[in-house]
């Protein structure tokens, strides 16, 4: 039986996440899969998927950024944004010749910044997703959601070709699809993406990625990361047997009974966007190893900080294993 934890998929041009998912549920033959955030089915890269009670752990990553290399068409605007949409407008005369005007634009896109997203996206409104609507030729209201891009640097910009390359690191629920849709709209001449890779998403980056074809021949196992690979925000707490068992049953934990070896990174810094108060005050807690100086990395689960009762509240246990504390 596999055990539970992430694989960093190297996801293909022309699969979806949920293809992605259905691909590691027939290899494994486990169910409980899921992704960490859609990535559009023609872009490429990082695709983190959770077997298991690793699935958990999805609602803790608000406070992830990812990182995109985007190359933009200028001079064309389609109805989902890329290249492989309806073609709406063709303006190949109007782009800008001038490279620090485009830069500026894309500039402009940067920090807390107001975004609709595309007609062909996974946004549920009352219920249905948004492409579900655009296939059908419904019309539906679509508001803005707020959204942080931390920055935008252009690799390269060709005036002639209209290609426009670029890197992005942002915020979960931001489209970089619709950066380019609203670039172009902002230079008069269209915009769509026309290439998309996902370079890093929170602690997964490209370079530590795994192909389909590569846990066909050697298996998943491999290449399983921990549950608690990406709560990298989180504090790092370290218990004993006796009170790691107390905690694993939903008991609280009095500081005095814990470790600390790391706060968590916005206990007092104003985080990107707007999370959970009790994240920004979240560990994870481990099994401490009472026969070494070295503590063990046996993850027990995830505690929030409450103020009130001065203590630690069990959030969610993974430590399926019970006799780890034995």
């Known amino acids: 039986m596999i055990r539970d934890g992430i694989i960093n998929l ?34 490429v890269g990082v695709l983190p998927l959770c077997i298991g009670s690793a699935a958990r752990i999805t609602e803790y990553l608000d406070l992830d950024l990812k990182q995109y ?28 010749q001038e490279k620090n005007k485009i830069e500026q634009v894309l500039s402009s896109f940067q920090g807390l910044i107001s975004q609709y997203p595309p007609n062909y996206s996974a946004v549920r409104v009352n219920g249905k997703r948004l492409y579900e609507y655009a296939r059908n030729g419904e019309q539906v209201e679509v508001k803005p959601r707020e959204v942080y891009v931390k920055n935008i640097t252009v690799v390269h910009c060709n005036t002639t070709t209209g290609k426009v390359l670029f890197d992005v690191t942002c915020s979960k629920g931001t489209y970089i699809r619709a950066i380019c849709h609203d670039t172009g709209r902002a230079l008069g001449c269209g915009a769509a993406m026309s290439f998309l890779v996902r370079t ?83 560990y994870n807690i481990y099994l401490a ?38």
């Open 10 to 43: 190297l996801k293909p041009a022309g699969m979806t996440s949920h293809d992605g998912v259905s691909m590691l549920r027939r290899l494994t033959g486990i169910k409980r899969i899921g992704h960490t955030g859609t990535l559009d089915p023609m872009a």
């Open 69 to 96: 290399r985007c190359e933009m068409q200028l001079g064309i605007e389609t109805d989902t944004q890329d290249i492989w949409g309806e073609v709406l407008t063709h303006m190949p005369d109007r782009i800008p």
């Open 200 to 282: 890093a998403s929170g602690a997964f980056d490209l370079n530590h990625t795994v192909t389909i074809e590569e846990m066909k021949i050697n298996g998943v196992e491999p290449y399983l990361l921990e549950p608690d690979f990406p709560l990298v925000h989180f504090g790092k707490g370290f218990v004993h047997k006796d009170r790691g068992k107390w905690f694993a049953n939903g008991g609280h934990l009095r500081i005095s009974e814990v470790t600390i070896s790391k706060e968590p990174t916005y206990l007092n810094v104003k985080p990107h966007i707007e999370v959970r108060p009790e994240y920004r005050e979240a």
């Open 289 to 326: 190893d009472e026969n070494s100086q070295n503590n063990s990395q046996v993850f027990i689960g995830v505690a929030f900080y409450h103020s009130e009762e001065k203590k630690l509240v069990a959030d969610k246990i993974f430590a399926n294993d019970r006799s780890i504390f034995d």
